[in-house]
């Protein structure tokens, strides 16, 4: 008598794990290609946007924190959007194994035919349906729907024609095995080995081809394209700390202080400007030539603005310092440069709000909505519609081809890339504060030591002194002065470099009296009308993080 062993649930998952890389990279080929959807992105997009926020802010603390831990703390926006991504496809693949695994148990219960393939069709398309639903409901992508549709469909249909195919090789008439024959009972899964190694060997053959591929097409279509500009001299020293993007003096370009080697550069090139958004997928795409903001609400004048309409209102242009709230102390999640706009309360006296009008809501491409009070507005000139960087448009990572700017705000309250703004009647709770973060998200003073220029040790007076450099910042309300603390000793007081503007950091500088050993140094601020940075220890969230910075150094 002979009986048959049908491959079971771990054979399943073996499967997906060896078929849905390749459908990843076919997904990611259409994407460079054509520009048509990737769907893991889109899909975790979707989960990051619908999840309780405590759960949200869960995982963005277990990334940042696993990222620090491994030493990526100067590179924190792009190492958590590369981890975001590989998240993602990791949720994507998970999935792709699990219905893979269900899809074998279901196959060994209906019993069907030998060389059925539909079974496997139809689970592609079941498998296929929610993902693309969630896809749709945050995807960014310009192409129409029908044909995102179709080419999604298709690609999972050939993911279920592979199902199909391994499972009836892995439960085909050579797996028969003698009831009465124990030694044959090993053969089975022998075969089902060599046959899944094989299928594993292909697998990741066609998706390290495939992504390459798609990669090098990706690399080759912008290759052409400017890169953003960067400041060519070393960091910290005189000639980069006195120039912004365009080769331009600094308005504090006359302060005689000199930063200490090592220290951040004074005016942040665009290239290096923090990123941190709610996408995974795409950016935001925009066509200026078309483009037109829509204000509506509770207003006399509604407007449809072009770009070029938008230039030509009276503007101002400042060098403003932004972070992100999610910033540790000494974090890498805060920039400046000079930003381009026109003030919101010059839009206000075209808008004419109604009387009973009391906020803005602005929305992003990317849906990440806030609120903007009506008064706080109207007691804030330098509240702006941002359209460039640097003197330049907005880059599209940073927002093309408008964002807001609220001056003594962390950037949780600015959306980017603006596609609409109403003028509403109540003030409503926005993106980040639904998700359990500060309503006000008012910048918190920091500061922080970039350096201890141990290679750049000098002799006065017959004294070595070491150079030791940083930032300070606390918003609108300035520094009055910065403190450093050595070890055990009595705080010292710090030379400040003027800063550029009443919204831009301080850079300062302490020349310590050189002692050999190894030493603990500490950093704290003074606001201007004399309050002091706050000393104990809290967390991002919700308010922004507090306590001191403080380094180790072997001199």
Wanted: charged share 20%; glycine share 8%.
């Amino acid at each position: 008598m002979e009986t048959r062993r049908e491959p079971g649930i771990l054979w399943g998952a073996l499967v997906g794990l060896c078929i849905t890389p390749p459908l990843m990279a076919l997904l990611f080929i259409g994407q460079v290609l054509a520009g048509l959807p990737f769907l893991p992105f889109d899909m975790f997009d979707w989960v990051g946007r619908n999840l309780p926020g405590p759960l949200v802010t869960f995982g963005i603390d277990t990334i940042v924190n696993t990222l620090i831990s491994f030493g990526f703390g100067g590179t924190l926006d792009s190492a958590a959007k590369t981890s975001e991504r590989t998240l993602a496809i990791l949720m994507f693949l998970g999935i792709g194994i699990v219905a893979s695994g269900l899809f074998f148990v279901l196959m060994n219960r209906i019993r069907r035919p030998q060389r059925d393939y539909i079974p496997g069709i139809v689970a592609g398309v079941i498998t296929a349906l929610p993902l693309m639903a969630m896809g749709f409901a945050v995807s960014l992508n310009t192409m129409t729907p029908i044909v995102r549709f179709a080419w999604l469909v298709l690609a999972f249909v050939g993911w279920g024609v592979a199902l199909s195919w391994a499972y009836n090789s892995l439960n085909g008439a050579d797996e028969k095995v003698k009831a009465d024959a124990p030694a044959a009972a090993t053969v089975a899964p022998l075969d089902r080995r060599r046959f899944l190694i094989s299928l594993g060997g292909s697998a990741a053959a066609i998706t390290v081809v495939g992504a390459g591929l798609a990669e090098f097409l990706k690399t080759s279509s912008t290759a052409q394209e400017a890169p953003l500009p960067r400041t060519p001299d070393t960091p910290g020293t005189a000639v980069a700390a006195l120039k912004d993007g365009q080769g331009n003096a600094l308005p504090n370009a006359s302060d005689p202080l000199v930063a200490a080697p090592g220290t951040r550069l004074e005016y942040t090139p665009l290239a290096d400007h923090y990123r941190i958004d709610i996408l995974s997928s795409s950016l935001p795409e925009f066509d200026e030539a078309t483009f037109k903001l829509n204000i509506s609400g509770s207003v006399a004048n509604e407007v449809s603005w072009t770009m070029d309409e938008i230039r030509a209102m009276p503007s101002r242009s400042d060098f403003i310092t932004m972070s992100c709230i999610s910033n540790r102390v000494g974090g890498s999640l805060i920039s400046t440069t000079k930003w381009t706009g026109v003030s919101f309360q010059k839009i206000l006296d075209i808008l004419k709000p109604g009387a009973s009008a009391r906020a803005l809501r602005i929305t992003g491409a990317d849906s990440f909505d806030e609120y903007v009070d009506l008064d706080l507005i109207r007691q804030d000139e330098r509240i702006m519609l941002i359209y460039a960087f640097d003197d330049k448009p907005l880059p599209q990572r940073n927002g093309f081809p408008l964002r807001i700017h609220i001056p003594n705000h962390y950037g949780m309250k600015q959306p980017k890339w603006i596609s609409k703004i109403e003028v509403v009647d109540e003030l409503g709770d926005g993106y980040w504060v639904r998700r359990g973060w500060s309503r006000e998200a008012i910048v918190r003073a920091t500061s922080v030591i970039d350096t201890v220029a141990v290679n750049a040790i000098y002799e006065k007076d017959g004294k070595k002194f070491v150079p030791i450099g940083g930032m300070a910042w606390a918003g609108t309300r300035g520094i009055k002065e910065v403190q450093v603390k050595i070890d055990g000793s009595e705080w010292v007081t710090a030379d400040l470099r003027t800063r550029m503007s009443d919204r831009a950091w301080n850079i300062w500088r302490y020349d310590w009296p050189y002692t050999a050993g190894i030493h603990t140094m500490m950093v704290r601020c003074i606001e201007t009308d004399g309050t002091p940075q706050i000393e104990d220890v809290e967390d991002v969230r919700p308010d922004g993080a507090t306590g001191l910075h403080m380094v180790q150094e072997t001199v």
